[in-house]
């Protein structure tokens, strides 16, 4: 029993949270979020640099070979910063399907783009109407010549509008697929919006799309073990960087009850308000207990009915404090919290639209149901 | 960052697993598991064959008798107890007096009563809430007059859970009430129960279960010898024993043995054809407990973690468990109660009838739970410690 990070990991984690405070404030982060491609590249590079996008691809690639629980702290920091560059569609799905999948030749250059920075990713798997469900369906792909053809739409791919490459899942005769498609192809339209959260999405169309036999990831009809496998791992990204936003929204809501004064005392004074912010705290190490879960269950390899029902145990209590908490943090803010201008209200977004992306809390309770 | 137990603990683990499952009596188990209270006699039993082993008081120095066991090892002993249906001892005398002795005691009162403590010779019981002084324990009002080497105690306590089994009984009393801070005064003096000019009795609780006592004291006369620490200064003890948190106040073991037992029950019991558990509703509900159950055992592991590194005692926060870990336990008397339906209703058997023996008590205990949100700190009492040791508001 450890729940030590170890020297590695703290300085990783330290280094990031530093890099953050320093080049992603509110300020800095709300001139991201506005800009054409409502991300920076500089951040982006920089992270890389740093390490972040290697951390989990493995040592045989160049990458330092590390699971979940070496991005736990990193990905914190970046939750707590709010930052809306698309880490976790790169580090967590998309480069989590390429490492699993690719071949020999697509894992050393895709990994290699992936890990100096020069190249991002997003994976194409939601499909409209179908909610949360992994099996794809509306996405075809067929056989012609020596390669493929696809036909059919796939939304909400997150960071699908800065990808260089896109992985998309896709239904064949053998089963579920994946193909790498570069979204400039003709045939791939892409329309893309700004997400409640800050961040950059599109619904994408394939249009008689045809890709060459290169652009198969794994072989065909065998995905679908792996897409779950990946969107567990970025569940457990994800859980770590909601950890990051509650503990920020904690922070600053009991900063604020301290120094805001109504009927001449710091409404901090007032049991009714210390009793929610104490529920608050509770609520976030809860939380963070089952973000631990999750990684060290992703991590473990075990078999994948533990790691589901791991995962989706998580989600419950994650995606409900996430709730509790930015709520709560609204509320004590009053009408302030609701302004724009205060990051309390972003943080409420973020933490509303992380409790609903890779299921919300009924679909996992639903997950985890079944799976007991 | 390692979530499993190391190879030493879990060989732990299994030995006291073992240990229990082979001198654990059936019939004290069965008491434990279908909810019905423990005698004088099963708790003194139970204390006796711990003490033969050497486990009846692990926690305390080795020259005493504890086990010598670090933090990791008592929590999963208590763990284990919890999953195994084992009554846990209570608390008065081995936890509670004997860390006060152990902390403030002279030589001689230690040498007189912890291994007798120890042994289970003795049954003891906590004189602590009164009337007037609940969560407000300094407001307490029972009076000791010192008369040369004997005190007069007069005055009435409450809430003394088991004062029917009590041989001795730890107070807290007045000693000076001139005083500025109501801090400031009080005592903590050991009664001897048969002593003159007690009076138990009992408080029936809505669970028709004698549990908890009212206890009279008229001119009951107390040798100064039995006085812990100095006069007057009896806060600074009480405050010691408050601020000296169990780890197992979670009680993750024995929830975890509920849930399953709650789990097996509900694929017993039907609803429309099929089986209780399958209906979502249900199940939902039950799910969400097993999940806030499981963040509670990685949360009480994670300040184990850190206990362990520190060598300090846990903060304020700990206090999260006790909070969680007693909503948990009334959240599965509720679940379980309402598993059996309309069987819940009956209570007492009545004109040579009977009643089922598990079902029977499931309405009781829910009834007889809700006190775990208010004893040791209601669960109000920890978020005030919380708010004001942790955030610091």
């Known amino acids: 029993m450890n729940f030590e990070y170890n020297e590695e990991q703290q300085q990783f984690a330290d280094s990031v949270q530093k890099f953050l405070v320093g080049t992603y404030s509110f300020e800095q982060r709300k001139e991201i979020l506005h800009s054409a491609t409502g991300l920076s590249e500089t951040l982006w590079h920089s992270l890389a640099e740093m390490g972040l996008t290697s951390i989990s691809v493995p040592e045989t690639e160049g990458g330092f070979g590390g699971g979940a629980l070496d991005l736990m702290a990193p990905m914190e920091a970046c939750g707590e ?85 896109l992985v998309v899942s896709a239904q064949t005769d053998a089963g579920p697929t994946l193909f790498l498609v570069d979204p400039s192809a003709p045939g791939v339209e892409l329309n893309s919006s700004r997400t409640a959260d800050g961040q950059r999405s599109a619904d994408v169309r394939f249009t008689d799309v045809k890709l060459g036999a290169n652009a198969l990831l794994g072989k065909p009809g065998e995905a679908l073990p792996w897409i779950e496998e990946a969107v567990d791992f970025a569940t457990a990204l994800l859980c770590a960087d909601a950890v990051g936003a509650m503990k920020y929204a904690n922070e600053a809501t009991l900063e604020y009850v301290k120094t805001r004064k109504q009927f001449g005392v710091p409404i901090a004074s007032f049991q009714v308000l210390q009793h929610r912010m104490v529920e608050m705290m509770i609520a976030c190490e809860q939380a963070r207990s089952m973000s631990i879960l999750a990684a060290s269950k992703v991590d473990a390899g075990v078999e994948p009915s533990e790691r589901k029902r791991a995962v989706s145990m998580a989600l419950v209590k994650i995606a409900d404090s996430a709730r509790q908490i930015s709520q709560e943090s609204v509320q004590l803010h009053g009408g302030m919290g609701m302004t724009e201008e205060l990051k309390i209200s972003h943080t409420f977004r973020r933490l509303t639209m992380l409790g609903q992306r890779f299921g919300d809390a009924d679909h996992h309770l639903e997950r985890y149901a079944a799976l007991s | 960052m390692d979530l499993s137990y190391s190879a030493e603990e879990l060989s732990f683990r299994s030995e006291v697993r073992g240990w229990l499952d082979a001198n654990l009596p059936t019939d004290i188990r069965d008491k434990v598991v279908n909810y019905h209270g423990l005698s004088k006699e099963d708790y003194l039993r139970w204390h006796k064959i711990l003490a033969a082993k050497g486990w009846s008081v692990p926690h305390w120095p080795v020259e005493w008798g504890g086990t010598g066991w670090n933090i990791t090892q008592r929590y999963i002993y208590d763990e284990e107890f919890g999953l195994a249906g084992a009554p846990a001892l209570p608390p008065f005398g081995p936890a509670m007096c004997a860390s006060v002795l152990l902390r403030f005691g002279t030589p001689a009162q230690q040498e007189r009563f912890l291994p007798r403590i120890r042994a289970g010779d003795d049954f003891w019981v906590q004189g602590y809430s009164e009337p007037g002084a609940g969560s407000d324990l300094a407001a307490l009002k029972c009076r000791a007059e010192r008369q040369g080497d004997f005190y007069h105690v007069t005055g009435q306590k409450i809430w003394t859970t088991l004062g029917q089994y009590g041989d001795w009984i730890f107070c807290l009393v007045r000693t000076d009430s001139q005083v500025e801070r109501r801090q400031e005064g009080i005592s903590f003096l050991l009664i001897d129960m048969k002593t003159p000019g007690i009076t138990v009795r009992p408080l029936i609780l809505m669970d028709g279960g004698h549990e908890v006592n009212e206890i009279f004291f008229d001119d009951v006369v107390v040798p100064v010898q039995n006085l812990i620490y100095e006069e007057n200064k009896g806060w600074t003890v009480a405050k010691y024993l408050l601020g000296h948190e169990r780890m197992g106040s979670g009680s993750v073991g024995g929830s975890r043995r509920e849930l399953a037992a709650l789990r097996d029950l509900a694929k017993r019991e039907v609803k429309n054809g099929r089986p209780l558990l399958e209906d979502p509703r249900f199940r939902d509900r039950l799910s969400r407990v097993e999940i806030e159950l499981e963040a509670l055992e990685i949360t009480s592991m994670r300040f184990l973690d850190k206990m362990r590194r520190s060598g300090q005692p846990p903060g304020a926060d700990v206090s999260l468990l006790k909070i969680r870990g007693t909503e948990i336990q009334q959240a599965i008397t509720e679940l379980m109660m309402q598993a059996v339906g309309p069987r819940a209703q009956p209570f007492r058997a009545v004109d040579h009838g009977s009643i089922d023996h598990f079902m029977s008590r499931l309405a009781p205990r829910y009834f007889n739970l809700r006190k775990a949100s208010i004893y040791a700190g209601s669960n109000e009492i920890q978020r005030n410690i919380i708010a004001k040791m942790s955030l610091g508001l």
């Open chain 1, 81 to 165: 910063a709010l930052v809306v560059e698309p880490l976790i569609d790169n580090i967590g799905l998309a480069g989590r399907l390429i490492a699993h999948l690719g071949s020999s030749e697509q894992r050393s250059t895709l990994l290699t783009a992936l890990m100096d920075g020069s190249q991002r990713f997003a994976f194409a798997s939601l499909e409209p109407g179908r909610r949360y469900e992994l099996q794809p369906v509306l996405t075809t792909a067929t056989p012609q010549g020596d390669g493929w053809v696809i036909q059919g739409q796939k939304c909400i791919v997150i960071g699908a509008p800065s990808a260089h490459q």
